[in-house]
């Protein structure tokens, strides 16, 4: 039987995430459970984690802090919304 070596070293080595992981807008979507369209217009909106908006104007790219993000969605299911 041979071992996957690399997929065994890739469990191992993977470092934690952290609170400070810059995330995508759909990824941070994907972890919140919404839309990517919709989480993205709530940033927009002012309804979001907090933010930072990278790249040109043409195509800018919205990214969260993990750490932002894990806070805002506490304090959201801590409302009840």
């Given at each position: 039987?041979?071992?996957?070596?690399?997929?065994?070293?890739?469990?191992t080595?993977?470092?934690?995430?952290?609170?400070?992981?810059?995330?995508?807008?759909?990824?941070?979507?994907?972890?919140?459970?919404?839309?990517?369209?919709?989480?993205?217009?709530?940033?927009?909106?002012?309804?979001?984690?907090?933010?930072q908006?990278?790249?040109?104007?043409?195509?800018?790219?919205?990214?969260?802090?993990?750490g932002?993000?894990?806070?805002?969605?506490?304090?959201?299911?801590?409302?009840?919304?």
């Open positions: 039987m041979q071992i996957d070596m690399a997929k065994k070293l890739n469990k080595n993977t470092p934690a995430p952290s609170p400070d992981d810059l995330l995508t807008a759909p990824q941070a979507a994907e972890i919140a459970g919404v839309h990517r369209v919709t989480f993205s217009r709530r940033l927009k909106q002012g309804k979001g984690p907090p933010f908006r990278v790249g040109s104007s043409g195509h800018p790219v919205y990214v969260v802090r993990r932002d993000l894990l806070a805002w969605l506490a304090a959201r299911d801590k409302a009840g919304k």
